[in-house]
């Protein structure tokens, strides 16, 4: 991830901004006058598209976890056992956005607006926030591309 900063006519801000979010994946675009007052200034973050195998399908990214009912029960234990105030490492986060996301996967084949899948969405972005990323991707593919990369190191 990158950031970008513009100096440009005010008359060319949509253009420009069109154009890199045709050539990048890009997050909210902070928008200033020039000190002179004549010229806009502007910052983005941005990172290169991924390409498609940057993304792992969720049956990719999920072959090998162990069942819903298993990692319901491991966020469970987990959550039991931290003490009140314990600051949460990652993998829980990782392993509950996970965990979300494919149980709104499964409510989905009913109904694409549920509650499991806003629930699944604010997870992941959640976990963009801890790894310190703008919502600059789908966050529910950034889940699954963590997971599947957790998984592949072990």
Request: charged content about 25%; glycine content about 4%; overall charge negative.
């Amino acid at each position: 991830m990158f950031e970008i900063r513009v100096l440009c006519d005010p008359a060319d801000a949509n253009r420009v901004t069109t154009a890199l979010n045709a050539a990048f994946t890009t997050g909210d675009v902070r928008q200033y006058p020039t000190r002179d007052g004549k010229r806009t200034r502007f910052y983005l973050t941005a990172d290169h598209r991924p390409t498609p195998q940057d993304w792992p399908t969720p049956e990719q990214a999920y072959a090998d976890a162990p069942s819903i009912n298993s990692e319901i029960g491991w966020t469970a234990r987990f959550l039991a056992d931290a003490g009140c105030y314990t600051e949460l490492d990652r993998e829980f986060y990782l392993r509950k956005a996970a965990l979300l996301d494919r149980i709104a996967l499964l409510d989905e084949q009913d109904a694409t607006d549920c509650d499991a899948t806003e629930t699944a969405y604010a997870a992941a972005v959640f976990l963009l926030d801890i790894d310190q990323f703008g919502v600059i991707c789908d966050p529910r593919a950034y889940v699954r591309q963590q997971y599947a990369l957790t998984l592949s190191d072990q």
